[in-house]
Structures are given as C-alpha cells and as structure tokens.
C-alpha cells in the first residue's frame, strides 16, 4: 500500500511540476528566455504589488 501510495503520489507530482513543449514551443520558450524584458509601467505595478502581497511558496 505504501508504494502504491507513493507511485500516486510521484506521478500526481510530476503532472503539475512538469511542463513537455514541442520542439517548436521549446524553441520559441528559450528564444523568448533570451530576450530582454521589456518593463512598462504597468508589468511594473504588478511586479511591486506580487511582492507585497506573496511571502513564499
């Protein structure tokens, strides 16, 4: 039972830590990666306002 329990348990995991992209979307993901971030007003509003409001995971 217990390792039943932890078999669930490693795959309930693995399908909400774990993101699997086409080649195409990975590609796309690190080519956005490398960019460099493009702050406005606003992405910086909510960027001061996440760290009042979140303190940990």
């Known amino acids: 039972m217990l390792n039943s329990a932890l078999a669930h348990a490693e795959k309930t995991i693995r399908e909400h ?3 699997s992209l086409k080649a195409s979307d990975a590609e796309a993901f690190f080519d ?6 493009m702050f406005n007003k606003k992405l910086a509003a909510v960027l001061e306002s ?3 409001r979140v303190t940990g995971r």
């Not at 956005?32 to 971030?37: E, F, G, Q, R, Y």
């Open 17 to 19: 830590e774990v993101m």
């Open 32 to 37: 956005a990666l490398s960019k460099p971030v």
């Open 50 to 52: 996440h760290e009042q």
